[in-house]
């Protein structure tokens, strides 16, 4: 009979390719993996693998039935999850993901708040894109995810957290007054410095700066904005900023800040989990924590400044 520990023997094979890595994932000998795949083979009366020299394949029939494998295992977490939510909400392990345009600025903030509030949560971060968050949050692989929304993928629930308003960074100079607001014609002659495709941060800013000509865009690469804020400060060009970010990635008298006309470019932030989990109440929960930790932080808006002293690095705290 098919086994939930061979299932979970052959995910993780399929995750890593590998059976040395695939056996360290599950916390088994690699004998003991092999054999446990040997036998699920057996019992299906299928190959799902091609062993070669240094790595392993799915063969076709391996694809399908890992698939398949994917769902069961994700349909008994949920099971044991409805039955822990039951007993203790917002308890045991929860596998959270969460975007490096947030993650940095955020976690140190939300952290402590969540031990405090629910200390037999047993918290697991996972930094990476959106895409590969989606993909691993609807493969069961994630429990929730901190994104911007929305999120257009069939399946999903989410809950909004705040508001992050974009701001314009640039090199500072004596000629740009700091508390003027600016507009995406402002930008038509600078460059405009993006993180590298596959950053949610990159679209959002083109979204905003759509009638500005395709030269007057630079991709540059950089997967950090510790990288672009670098650039914007050497003079190389100007960037759209999230506020969440700008006491930690402002910390150079080089660079000048400034608030965009009304209505401000912004993102909403937000909690995401599966329609299927069982685990509402404890996303639900775990959304209302994070707002009133973050609203604890919120400070009237000021306008931008050159971040130069204490006093105009707290009037851009997150929103």
């Known amino acids: 009979m098919i086994s939930l520990r061979q299932l979970r023997y052959l995910e993780a094979l399929a995750t890593h390719l590998h059976f040395r890595r695939a056996a360290e994932a599950v916390a088994v000998s690699q004998p003991a993996l092999s054999m446990q795949i040997k036998e699920l083979e057996a019992e299906l009366g299928l190959k799902l693998i091609e062993r070669q020299p240094n790595a392993v394949r799915l063969t076709r029939e391996g694809e399908e039935i890992v698939s398949r494998a994917r769902k069961i295992l994700t349909d008994v977490r949920d099971l044991a999850d409805y039955a822990r939510q039951l007993s203790s909400p917002l308890s045991g392990p929860l596998r959270l993901g969460i975007i490096p345009s947030i993650a940095p600025y955020l976690l140190p903030r939300i952290l402590p708040a969540l031990n405090r509030a629910h200390p037999q949560l047993d918290l697991t971060i996972r930094e990476t894109l959106t895409d590969p968050l989606t993909r691993e949050l609807m ?162 808006e000021r306008p931008a400044a050159r971040m130069t002293d204490r006093a105009d690095a707290h009037s851009l705290s997150a929103h």
Do not use: K
């Not at 905003?208 to 865009?217: D, I, K, M, Q």
């Open 139 to 300: 493969a069961g692989e994630l429990d929730a995810m901190i994104v911007a929304l929305p999120v257009p993928e069939a399946g999903l629930c989410s809950a909004s957290l705040f508001t992050d308003r974009f701001l314009l960074a640039r090199q500072a100079s004596d000629e740009v007054d700091p508390r003027a607001r600016v507009c995406p014609d402002d930008i038509r002659s600078q460059n405009l410095l993006l993180l590298e495709e596959g950053h949610c941060l990159r679209d959002q800013a083109l979204n905003y700066c759509a009638s500005l000509p395709a030269p007057g865009r630079n991709a540059l690469g950089a997967t950090s904005l510790a990288t672009v804020m670098q650039m914007v400060a050497a003079g190389f060009g100007v960037t759209l900023l999230p506020e969440i970010c700008a006491d930690v990635e402002v910390r150079d008298d080089r660079v000048l800040l400034q608030r965009f006309e009304d209505p401000q470019p912004a993102r909403t932030v937000g909690l995401v989990w599966r329609r299927s989990s069982p685990r509402q109440q404890d996303f639900e929960a775990l959304a209302d924590t994070l707002r009133s930790t973050v609203g604890e932080t919120l400070i009237p």
